[in-house]
T-cell receptor, first 113, second 113 residues
Framework: EPEVTQTPSHQVTQMGQEVILRCVPI?????FYWYRQILGQKVEFLVS????????KSEIFDDQFSVERPDGSNFTLKIRSTKLEDSAMYFC???????????FGNGTRLTVT | GENVEQHPSTLSVQEGDSAVIKCTYS??????FPWYKQELGKGPQLIID?????GEKKDQRIAVTLNKTAKHFSLHITETQPEDSAVYFC????????????FGKGTHLIIQP
């Protein structure tokens, strides 16, 4: 069964550094998402992306965050200047059409020191 | 915006017994309610979903009920097995295509052998 893949599985970075989290959505999917989960807390929506542009973003997704689909397969989340509170699991997800189930990757654990 | 409350935070049941997890939502415009299962070190996996034009949906040992008037929905797992042990999240959204899901805080389900 096709799956969403994320790399790296764990990223450690120093406060103030830039990080890029990478995702390869399922190949025929058109809608892409980033969510985050702070340890022990609920999964929070960050941003959705369709037709090469952001469709919706949450209050968490401020100017420090950006997303990009640089080629036909990758979908990236960039955090420009990381803060301690950015430490979390970041999940990429995708689906093919409206109202279809989201498929999540296994996440990237980001640790900001 | 949408707010989703989930109870209980932890649920311990004997193997073979039933488990019920309940969620409430705030936005009456929400019309899509998925349930996700998250195992340790993995991303959320969809187990069942329901739309607002349906009151109940069942898939083998798993069922979801929706009460639009009261704005609550519940997950029912019958004949629980050890592999059902995981964290379960409810979510809600207003489906307009690439929209984000609002998740509950999760229920840690423990199946006692």
């Amino acid at each position: 069964e096709p799956e969403v893949t994320q790399t790296p599985s764990h990223q450690v970075t120093q406060m103030g550094q830039e990080v890029i989290l990478r995702c390869v959505p399922i190949s025929n999917h058109l809608y892409f998402y980033w969510y985050r989960q702070i340890l022990g807390q609920k999964v929070e929506f960050l941003v959705s992306f369709y037709n090469n542009e952001i469709s919706e973003k949450s209050e968490i997704f401020d100017d420090q965050f950006s997303v990009e689909r640089p080629d036909g397969s990758n979908f990236t989340l960039k955090i420009r200047s990381t803060k301690l509170e950015d430490s979390a699991m970041y999940f990429c997800a995708s689906n093919d059409v409206k109202d279809s189930p989201l498929h999540f990757g296994n996440g990237t654990r980001l640790t900001v020191t | 915006g949408e707010n989703v409350e989930q109870h209980p935070s932890t649920l311990s049941v004997q193997e073979g017994d039933s488990a019920v997890i309940k969620c409430t939502y705030s936005d009456s415009a929400s019309n899509y309610f998925p349930w996700y299962k998250q195992e340790l070190g993995k991303g959320p996996q969809l187990i069942i979903d329901i739309r607002s034009n349906v009151g109940e949906k069942k898939d083998q040992r798993i069922a979801v009920t929706l009460n639009k008037t009261a704005k609550h929905f519940s997950l029912h797992i019958t004949e629980t097995q050890p592999e059902d042990s995981a964290v379960y999240f409810c979510a809600a959204s207003i489906r307009r295509g690439a929209d984000g899901l609002t998740f509950g805080k999760g229920t840690h389900l423990i199946i006692q052998p």
